[in-house]
């Protein structure tokens, strides 16, 4: 099945979607080292069987005539500044705001399915209007925009369509908060990621089920302890159990502690094997360098090592606050090496990243994990295989 992915950023959701067997038409990115990145790492999908065509560029100009016949599924993440929690929220009066560049690549293709995501503030209580906004037209992509008409009327003019029942969906859109722990990621991050279907396919689809859990990790902590011994740290050296994790222990304790789910991933669990940065001697591995300066303050104290990490972020001044720090048992903090933060969204060792330590951390930072992009759209592969 072949896509194209917009907002392609450093690669995160267009290897996540090549691992679930999707073949790249094209892949569009405007920024130069994200660019770079995707370049220095072909490999990782012509090993796959995928010669794609990279578009370096504004996706608003982008030939999308040139794939329009054969194209099964769009996908992309457009940029979430506008929406962000640490931006100036300034949502659809950002220039920045490429909502309207996926719903017209929608419009423009037409593909049995598409793949859109976005931060957790987009479903704030003052973008409620747009995010309605942005289903609907998703809904019904041939009722584009007139000239001249604002978002508030053509909104009102879908509500309508959509009320009256004149006008049937064109695509059957659904969208859900996920918590990329829960995929196995370690590291918290929450994404809403908004799925269509064509409706003439009839698919029957829903999000794949989680497959990590924070109670199981609770429990291979403080009542089997196989975290704490599959990594070797002894009994005094382990912390307390906190008071918080006693009262949640006593309440699984009258339910079924044994259930599918695998533990959440931990800041140990994903960097555990590499060396110490802070040590004299190059590492083999690529982008696994000391960064020095750290410090913690309010509301920046860094990520644990014994939970999954922060929501790695992104920023125009460098990296801003402790989410891209380690925050070690002792107290004190340092940077996340590159490649420490590649792993933590699951990038494999052998994805090199192009840029300074700050313009390769933005990227990072603005990346969809690898595994939380393979999960939706393998699942998203399977529903449109059973339509062939």
């Given at each position: ?13 267009a ?7 999707f ?10 080292d994200?660019?770079?990145?995707i ?26 005539s ?9 996908s ?10 640490g ?14 560049v ?12 598409f ?9 704030r ?6 995010f309605?906004?942005?289903l ?50 370690p ?9 269509g279907?064509r ?8 999000f794949?089920?989680?497959?990590h859990?924070e ?20 009994k ?41 940065p ?10 696994h360098?000391?960064?020095?300066g ?15 990490a922060k ?5 125009v ?7 891209n ?14 490649r ?19 313009e ?9 994990p ?6 939706v759209?393998?699942s ?9």
């Amino acid at each position: 099945m072949k896509s194209i992915e917009l907002f392609a950023g450093a690669g995160g959701l267009a290897m996540g979607m090549a691992r679930a067997g999707f073949h790249h038409s094209a892949v569009v990115e405007w920024d130069a080292d994200a660019c770079q990145t995707i370049r220095e790492n072909l490999a990782h999908y012509a090993d796959r069987g995928q010669e794609m065509l990279l578009f370096q560029g504004d996706a608003r100009q982008f030939n999308y005539s040139l794939h329009s016949d054969d194209v099964d599924v769009i996908s992309g993440g457009p940029p979430c500044q506008p929406f962000s929690m640490g931006g100036k929220h300034q949502g659809d009066l950002d220039a920045r705001d490429m909502f309207p560049v996926a719903v017209d690549s929608v419009r423009r293709v037409m593909p049995k399915a598409f793949i859109f995501e976005n931060v957790k503030g987009l479903l704030r209580q003052s973008f409620s209007s747009y995010f309605e906004y942005i289903l609907l037209q998703l809904t019904y992509p041939q009722l584009s925009k007139r000239a001249k008409e604002t978002w508030i009327d053509h909104l009102g003019r879908l509500e309508c369509a959509h009320t009256q029942g004149k006008q049937k969906p064109v695509y059957k859109v659904v969208f859900r908060l996920l918590n990329a722990a829960n995929y196995g990621v370690p590291q918290k991050r929450e994404r809403v990621v908004i799925v269509g279907f064509r409706a003439d396919l009839g698919v029957n689809w829903a999000f794949p089920d989680a497959t990590h859990s924070e109670d199981e990790l609770l429990v291979s902590k403080w009542v089997t302890g196989e975290y704490w011994e599959r990594h070797e740290v002894s009994k005094r050296r382990r912390p307390t159990t906190p008071e918080k994790v006693h009262r949640k222990l006593a309440r699984l304790a009258t339910g079924d502690l044994h259930q599918t789910y695998r533990p959440w991933r931990t800041v140990r669990d994903a960097i555990s094997d590499l060396p110490d940065p802070e040590r004299r001697g190059k590492s083999e591995k690529s982008n696994h360098i000391l960064n020095p300066g750290a410090r913690a303050y309010e509301g920046h104290t860094g990520s644990p090592l014994d939970e999954p990490a922060k929501t790695l972020k992104a920023g125009v001044h460098g990296v801003p606050g402790g989410e891209n720090m380690l925050a070690r048992p002792d107290g004190t903090v340092r940077y996340f090496t590159v490649r420490e933060a590649a792993r933590i969204q699951t990038f494999p060792d052998s994805y090199v990243f192009h840029g300074s330590w700050s313009e390769t951390m933005r990227q990072l930072g603005n990346a969809v994990p690898v595994d939380l992009a393979e999960a939706v759209s393998s699942s998203v592969h399977r529903a449109l295989s059973l339509q062939t």
